[in-house]
């Protein structure tokens, strides 16, 4: 009997794919052919189950886990048999009693108005593999119907199967409008990279539940940033508003098509909003479109009981609008609204004005997007420091940069202690090591040659500091490490002139830990005591 256990999901895609396919009678002989233990050598390959059914012969049986449509059995039926019924019962043997399932499911053929049966089935599964050459003058659902076709059964399996999907679809999608006109052709390649970001979200949210859902993850978010770059290098290269001047009809639809991607608020891999609000904004001359377009997200807005995910992208999608209007303070009325603000949602707009030279408003959006820095993801944090460092090479004065950086500290002790040593500004670097309780053993050599160079004796307390905390750790490692900071320090007492206060220094400091044995040998080592 099977030993083998499909996910739940799959599972449950077979039990509504069965009363589709199936004839009540060849289902029950189906059940029949388990019961008596005829499936046999079960495996997983892939997205499919393959198994062998003993009947008059020994047959091969196929079923897809994706599209069950192209399940198929080495038998002479001409359609779906009882060999193909005999192996779901066998998968679903982990899950329950197949005899009930099977009473489940024979009601849902009785009440199915139509069965689809043998022949019928078959010409349909052949219309269903042929894939129709697409038409200029088609709609984009009817080219996203080409594209399905073509990949009719293509089975996204792991990681190397996205990158040969993402590949494939690339590589043999665009010939196809190579000869149309040029505004028709740009729409279509466009149409091409939607279609990709469907599938692979659509594979990521089937493999969620897997043991492997990690690495699934993470190939489809590679897939889907390559997705995006791919997308933003197709609309760069088109004169949009022109084009859509060209087609409306075209643009009215993509647009449509866009929204029911973009605003369902879903976990993906794919940054629908960023694609929503990109194609949007190089939109902006399309007033008609936006009203249009703003109307409908009011109406979903007014909804009640949305999810907050949902709500949230709808806020962020209407907030774009304002933008895109230059009406900012509206943008941040409605942005306030948010449930969960991700900073990350908003580099669009940094993005857009860092290009355009705005340094006013890249100001104005680095305050609004203070308050959801401090929890961002650490590559958010660091564009974030960036963002706010080059802007303030464009302002009077970085007081205001100094200032957020000292308040997100200790998270910004990286960007804001380069920063005070290319501005010079040493004696708040050495404030700065301090207070995080840096030791200079743990600094760069060359950070600590420029405040030596000059000033070393800003370096006195960091040294001092450090040197005391090692001998409170009271152990020999320790107390060696204090002696090599003690080392450093009569270097620069003696560079000061100062060996009278180093004297009165190590003596002290020889005073306050005299019980501690060990540290006094390292220091008589040193010559220092007696």
Not at 349 to 369: C, F
Request: aromatic share 14%; glycine share 4%; net charge positive.
């Amino acid at each position: 009997m099977l030993k083998l256990q499909i996910p739940k999901n799959r599972m449950n895609y077979l039990i509504k794919q069965i009363p589709l396919h199936f004839d009540a009678v060849v289902l029950e002989q189906g059940w029949e052919y388990y019961h008596k233990g005829r499936v046999t050598e079960v495996d997983l390959k892939g997205t499919s189950i393959q198994a062998t059914v003993a009947g008059k012969k020994v047959n091969t049986t196929t079923l897809n886990l994706e599209n069950f449509s192209t399940s198929e059995c080495s038998c002479s039926y001409d359609g779906f048999c009882k060999h193909i019924g005999a192996t779901f019962f066998s998968l679903y043997a982990p899950y329950g009693r197949p005899e009930l399932v099977l009473q489940q499911l024979k009601q849902q053929i009785h009440t199915r108005k139509k069965p689809i049966r043998g022949a019928a089935l078959a010409q349909e599964r052949k219309a269903a593999a042929q894939a129709n050459v697409p038409m200029e003058e088609a709609m984009p659902i009817d080219w996203h119907r080409f594209f399905e076709g073509k990949f009719h059964g293509f089975s996204i399996s792991h990681q190397h199967s996205i990158e040969t999907f993402y590949d494939s679809a690339l590589e043999s999608l665009p010939p196809f409008a190579a000869n149309w006109k040029s505004t028709t052709r740009e729409i279509y390649l466009c149409h091409i990279v939607l279609f990709m970001m469907r599938k692979i979200e659509q594979f990521y949210q089937e493999t969620k539940s897997s043991y492997l859902s990690y690495y699934h993850e993470n190939g489809c978010k590679i897939a889907a940033k390559n997705c995006e770059d791919k997308l933003v290098e197709f609309v760069e290269r088109i004169q949009i508003n022109a084009s859509f001047k060209a087609e409306p009809k075209l643009w009215l639809a993509t647009l449509k098509m866009l929204g029911e991607f973009a605003l369902q608020g879903k976990d993906s891999p794919i940054d629908w909003l960023f694609v929503y609000r990109f194609i949007w904004w190089k939109l902006a001359d399309q007033t008609q479109a936006q009203k249009e377009e703003i109307q409908r997200l009011e109406v979903l807005l007014a909804k009640k009981e949305l999810l907050a995910r949902k709500k949230d992208t709808l806020i962020a999608a209407r907030a774009h609008f304002d933008i895109i209007q230059e009406d900012t303070d509206s943008a941040f009325e409605r942005l306030a609204q948010l449930a969960q603000p991700n900073a990350k949602d908003y580099f669009l707009y940094l993005n857009h004005y860092y290009n355009e030279k705005q340094w006013n408003l890249m100001v104005i959006w680095l305050r609004w997007l203070f308050k959801s820095i401090a929890n961002a993801h650490h590559d958010d944090f660091r564009t974030f420091c960036q963002f706010w460092l080059d802007t303030t090479k464009h302002l009077e004065s970085d007081s205001e940069w100094v200032q957020v950086m000292e308040s997100l500290l200790p998270r910004s002790y990286y960007y804001y202690t380069a920063y005070l040593l290319q501005t010079k500004r040493y004696r708040q670097w050495v404030d700065l090591q301090l207070a995080n309780r840096i030791s200079p053993l743990s600094l760069y050599g060359m950070e600590l040659k420029a405040i030596e160079e000059h000033d070393s004796a800003l370096l006195l307390p960091l040294y001092h500091q450090a040197a005391e905390r090692a001998v409170l750790e009271k152990n020999r490692a320790s107390y060696k490490t204090a002696v090599r900071l003690l080392k450093k320090l009569h270097g620069i007492y003696k560079q000061l002139g100062q060996d009278d206060r180093w004297e009165h220094y190590v003596y002290r400091l020889a005073d306050k830990f005299s019980r501690l044995r060990a540290f006094q040998e390292e220091l008589k080592k040193g010559k220092w005591i007696r």
